[in-house]
């Protein structure tokens, strides 16, 4: 229900007794005009000093202290909430949450005392979360960036990245991205390469915005080695991926094919795929059945929280991603350890090349100066750490530069110049310069779109330092 209709019908709750004993002590009983209105609202404070004349004079009556009652609780709700957003602020923790009452419900209860519900007024806070996708939300969003310019907004949208946003103070995010993210770090499957000769198969069965970030970010994340082969089929949909990302082909020799025909059309390529993600749509439950007993020893994931699938979870027959629940979080809509990890090396790139002092200040006075696209390429940098640390740590090797033999650290480079060009390529971006040698980003071009072999040795020794830099940044 949209907040206009929700002031309506507060509006007409309000009314009711006037409008029941208007239509009994004016129409039915004849009142004159102004006597029927003014016993009507002194029955908002006072009780009706004779006894009514008919049946809606009698609801009016009774319905009217009701009505007080209930404003009164409103009123005193409001303060309530005032002074808990004020108190907050003031705190330096205050987040005010807008939306669906069932998500904001769930969002304040994980944020404990730092939340703050929303209301139809842009209240204190430090930080605003908008749960809503539709037009309210964005006219919100706008009033709360012209009020309180120095917050931080965090809005819902599934269909903009947050690359096309220019206002540092405002995010965008959407639980499918985020699901896709964490899903690829929490999955990590550099095991599961390593122990393949890093050539595997994953298939995606299902469509929508899900799928295609499952794409996005396993393009990014799955980054183990320079000559792996990482298939990524995709049963359903994934045509409008493949069509709008035109690099596709610049990803060395992982690929993307869309498949037209049913997945059990291709039994033998599903069957023998690492993984399995089977994405939420109709039947979802039927199709886990049909998989698993088509390929018994295959490693399926369902995104969803169906109970039956739970059911058969618990039989060991596949396992369940609660995507949405994992995804409408505080710290994952937020983003406070990645963000902040991204200015960090941000802040120290600025520090090494142009002599920035790193302190709190500069963090966030570099970070302003970015646009979107330099923005989320650190954060991008910051999200695949977190799996090149995982590495490590499977390697048996240390997160620190100065011990890591030097061939390690070169595969190390390596890898983090195919993420920076994969970054570029999903952007769309291609290897070229402008007429004056140099970069173009409006028209895309970047000279250094290459592989990491034919780079200079001097772009492959700022590689090199890049991961310095990374395994140096505190997280």
């Known amino acids: ?21 208007m239509l009994g002590l004016w129409i039915i009983d004849g009142e004159p005009v102004q006597d029927a209105l003014f016993s009507c609202v002194s029955m908002y404070v006072l009780n009706y000093g004779d006894t009514p004349p008919n049946l809606l004079a009698e609801l009016a009556r009774w319905l009217s202290p009701l009505t007080t009652a209930s404003g ?20 330096g923790d205050g987040v005010a949450v807008y939306g669906p009452e069932a998500e904001q419900a769930q969002l304040l209860e994980r944020l404990g005392r ?12 430090r930080q605003y979360i908008l749960l809503g996708e539709d037009e309210d939300s964005f006219t919100l969003c706008r009033k709360i960036l ?35 993210r964490l899903f690829w770090k929490e999955q990590c499957l550099y095991s599961t390469s ?23 970010y396993g393009l990014l994340d799955n980054i183990f080695d320079p000559k792996q082969t990482i298939e990524y089929h995709i049963f359903g949909g994934g045509a409008r991926f493949a069509a709008v990302h035109t690099q596709l082909d610049q990803m060395g020799s992982d690929s993307v094919t869309v498949h037209e025909e049913p997945w059990w059309d291709s039994l033998d390529l599903v069957s023998t795929a690492c993984l399995v993600l089977l994405l939420p749509q109709e ?24 109970p039956a699938l739970v059911l058969l979870d ?20 937020l983003q406070d350890d990645l963000f902040m990890q991204a200015k960090r090396i941000n802040l120290r790139y600025a520090h090494i ?9 500069n963090r966030e006075a570099e970070w302003d100066k970015l646009d979107a696209f330099t923005r989320y390429s650190n954060v991008s940098c910051a999200d695949y750490h977190d799996i090149r640390l995982e590495m490590l740590k499977l390697m048996g090797l240390p997160a620190d530069a100065d011990r890591l033999p030097p061939g390690k650290m070169e595969l190390l480079a390596e890898l983090e110049h195919i993420r920076w060009c994969r970054y570029h390529y999903l952007s769309n971006w291609r290897r070229g310069t402008n007429e004056n040698g140099q970069k173009d980003p409006a028209a895309r071009l970047h000279p250094d779109l290459i592989p990491y072999g034919e780079l200079t040795e001097a772009a492959r020794e700022k590689d090199r330092e890049n991961i310095r830099v990374l395994l140096g940044v505190a997280p």
């Open 1 to 21: 229900m949209s907040k206009s209709l929700r002031r309506v019908g507060k509006l007409l709750f309000f009314l009711l007794p006037l409008i029941l004993g």
């Open 72 to 91: 009164i609780l409103m009123a005193l709700r409001a303060v309530r909430d005032r002074f808990h957003s004020l108190e907050r602020f003031l705190a």
């Open 114 to 125: 730092r939340g703050i519900k929303g209301t139809d007024e842009v209240l204190l806070a």
């Open 146 to 180: 012209q009020e309180k310019p120095m917050a931080d907004v965090f809005l819902r949208c599934a269909d903009l990245r947050p690359q096309s946003v220019t206002s540092p103070r405002l995010h965008l995010f959407s639980p499918e991205e985020t699901a896709a």
């Open 194 to 216: 390593a122990e393949r000769e890093h050539h595997l198969s994953v298939v995606l069965l299902g469509d929508g915005v899900l799928a295609e970030n499952l794409l996005y």
């Open 283 to 306: 039947n979802q439950t039927a199709m886990a059945q049909d998989l698993l007993l088509a390929a018994p020893d295959l490693k399926v994931v369902a995104f969803g929280s169906d």
């Open 314 to 333: 618990k039989a060991g027959k596949l396992e369940v991603y609660p995507w949405l629940d994992r995804a409408l979080s505080p710290e994952h809509i």
């Open 353 to 361: 090349y142009n002599g920035v002092e790193e302190t709190g200040q």
